[in-house]
Each structure stands twice: as C-alpha cells, then as structure tokens.
C-alpha cells in the first residue's frame, strides 16, 4: 500500500473548526496511517475525528503541544513506522508538501524541516509580527542554544524511525521546537531544510504563538538546558 510506512500525528487542542478538512485531505491523498493526539479538547474534536479511520489517542488533562507530539510519535515508533511526520491540525499546512519530505528521508536523511524563509516558500504571506517574533527566536536558538536554522518554530517536520527514537524532548509544550534542533546537533543526525507554503488564516493566527508566549518558551529552554 502506497505511504504504509509514512505515520502522520497531529496534535490537536478544541480544533473542531479545522481538523475534518485536515483529515480528509489527507486520506485523500493516500496518507492512512494518521495519529490524532487530542490534548483534553474541550469543543467536538473528538467526536469529529472519531468519525474518521484514524489512530486517536487523548491526554486526561492540557499538556502542551510539545507533549501531544511525542505521545503521537511513541506510538507511531511501536506501530514499525519507518517515517513519521509532524503535522497541524490548523489547517496551516500543504498536505502536498509531504512527499517531498518522505522524499528526502528515503534519499538517507535523517530528518527534515520545513521552512518558510526559503525560496519557493510563503514568506511573504507571514504577518509583520510573526515574522519578528521568529526573526528573535533564530538569534535566541543561535547565540544560547548553538544552533542555527532558517524557520526554528516551524512546526512542520519529518523523522526517520531512527531520528524519533533518539529525539527524546521534554519540553510539554512550544519550546519543543528548539529543544528538538538542539537534539538533532547534539545527536549528529543528517537533515534538510525544505521551502513549505503556510497557509495563514484568521483561524490559525489566532491559535499561533504571540508576544506573551515568547518569555515562558525562553524560561522553559532555560530551565531544560541548565
């Protein structure tokens, strides 16, 4: 069967206004082995993805974004997925961006990341203010965390069984993005970054990262690495 190895796990916190159309773009474009992780929605998520021929697992209480991911990725590594791919319940993400992370996974890397700062990509589409916060997060990850990427909180990633055994985050909830960077140097595992098209909406900015969130991602990084 076409993608049989390929696993997608997308974290899902009350996405009730997105996550059927997420769903059935992916089952439509042949991709069956998906992982809903339901971090304690408190709106119709589950009964919306329980309607739907996937993996769904669910966390008793609101653990963080970064939890629901390695909860979802656990499971996709007992399950003998050979490609697990990280992927939002928003809405935000091209569903035809895949392939070309299985792509470069089959052609020996270990990971690859997505980026929305490279050619071909929808930077331009990026409000003023997402930008800035992003632009600050790349000299944080530099100058504290000694590693250095385009797009450190795009969310859209690929991992090799291997990569996910060995990328073992703690971080529960969006400093996971980093501390994930920080794993890959640390680990000397083979990536790529790739151009991707986030679709921005009024719907995913409102769920995005802000101006408030910046300090507790620092503090937790903080707390994690020292």
């Known amino acids: 069967m ?3 190895g390929v696993f ?3 974290p899902a916190y ?15 474009a042949n991709y069956f082995n998906i992982v809903v992780v339901d971090d304690c929605s408190r709106d119709q998520t589950a009964d919306i993805v329980k ?14 974004q970064g939890a629901a991911l390695r909860t979802g990725t656990d499971f996709a590594v007992e399950r003998a997925a050979e490609i697990i791919v990280h992927f939002d319940a928003d809405g935000q993400m091209s569903v035809e961006d895949i392939g070309r992370f299985v792509e470069s996974l089959n052609g020996g890397r270990d990971v690859v990341l997505g980026s929305r700062f490279l050619a071909n990509s929808g930077e331009l589409t990026m409000p003023w203010h997402r930008k800035l916060l992003l ?3 790349k000299i944080f990850n530099y100058l504290v965390l000694g590693v250095n990427y385009n797009d450190p909180q795009n969310g ?3 991992l090799s069984r291997q990569a996910a055994q060995k990328l073992t985050w703690k971080n529960d909830r969006m400093a996971h993005c980093s501390e994930i960077l920080r794993l890959i140097k640390i680990n000397k595992l083979s990536y790529q970054e790739i151009p991707v098209k986030i679709n921005y909406s009024q719907y995913s900015l409102k769920k ?5 969130d910046v300090w507790k ?4 990084l903080f707390i994690n690495k020292f």
């Open 2 to 4: 076409k993608n049989s």
């Open 8 to 10: 997608i796990v997308i």
């Open 14 to 28: 009350n996405e009730a206004g997105m996550i059927e159309s997420v769903l059935q773009k992916l089952l439509a």
């Open 51 to 64: 309607k739907y021929p996937v993996f769904y697992l669910r966390h008793i209480i609101n653990r963080g």
């Open 135 to 137: 632009s600050g997060a």
């Open 156 to 158: 859209f990633r690929a």
């Open 208 to 212: 995005g990262q802000g101006f408030k």
């Open 217 to 220: 991602i620092v503090w937790d």
